[in-house]
T-cell receptor
Framework: DAEITQSPRHKITETGRQVTLACHQT?????MFWYRQDLGHGLRLIHY???????NKGEVSDGYSVSRSNTEDLPLTLESAASSQTSVYFC????????????FGAGTRLSVL | AQSVTQLDSHVSVSEGTPVLLRCNYS??????LFWYVQHPNKGLQLLLK??????LVKGINGFEAEFKKSETSFHLTKPSAHMSDAAEYFC???????????FGSGTRLQVQP
């Protein structure tokens, strides 16, 4: 079955370190998204990509970057981790632009100490 | 611009009684509307979607939602709650042709035995 997987599921890091969260989907979807989930805020969009070599900033992109070198992967990098980036991160993908049904990974819980 | 307001952060019902989770939206464009469910420590799962076909939308697990343009509402209902319905529910809006989703802050549904 096609799926979307995130790794690691849990990560603890220190302030100032660079961290990369992986997202891999096997649906061959063009559209991929990264969100963060914090209490009282629902999910907020960090970055998104509509295809290979395409990346766009979302609502809360400061301190994060993404790259899209192939269809399957959209890694999220925290350049210099800050305590404010402690959160649960979700990756999602979608195929159909008009229906925009997004399929989510299981999430990565990141703690920055 | 688009936004979503979930009117209740917590809802508690008894098993076997009806469920009502309220959602109002704002969108400059003709919207697509979704309800997603998140069980503890899990990713998000699509419950149902509205994309301008029938205004009453049926989803999985007996849930349904009605799109009311005049009230800008998209409330989620279920006739009879089950213990397994206990979860966090997110109302989500996207403008047609735009791939980014805007999430509400979520409603935690508690089901009492």
């Amino acid at each position: 079955d096609a799926e979307i997987t995130q790794s690691p599921r849990h990560k603890i890091t220190e302030t100032g370190r660079q961290v990369t969260l992986a997202c891999h989907q096997t649906w061959n979807h063009n559209n991929m998204f990264w969100y963060r989930q914090d209490l009282g805020h629902g999910l907020r969009l960090i970055h998104y990509s509509y295809g290979v070599q395409d990346t766009n900033k979302g609502e809360v992109s400061d301190g994060y970057s993404v790259s899209r070198s192939n269809t399957e992967d959209l890694p999220l990098t925290l350049e210099s981790a800050a305590s404010s980036q402690t959160s649960v991160y979700f990756c999602a993908s979608s195929e159909d632009r008009s229906k925009n049904i997004q399929y989510f990974g299981a999430g990565t819980r990141l703690s920055v100490l | 611009a688009q936004s979503v307001t979930q009117l209740d952060s917590h809802v508690s019902v008894s098993e076997g009684t009806p469920v009502l989770l309220r959602c109002n939206y704002s969108s400059s464009y003709s919207p697509s509307l979704f309800w997603y469910v998140q069980h503890p420590n899990k990713g998000l799962q699509l419950l149902l979607k509205y994309t301008s076909a029938a205004t009453l939308v049926k989803g999985i697990n007996g849930f349904e939602a009605e799109f009311k343009k005049s009230e800008t509402s998209f409330h989620l209902t279920k006739p009879s709650a089950h213990m397994s319905d206990a979860a966090e529910y997110f109302c989500v809006v996207s403008a047609k042709g735009r791939r980014a989703l805007t999430f509400g802050s979520g409603t935690r549904l508690q089901v009492q035995p």
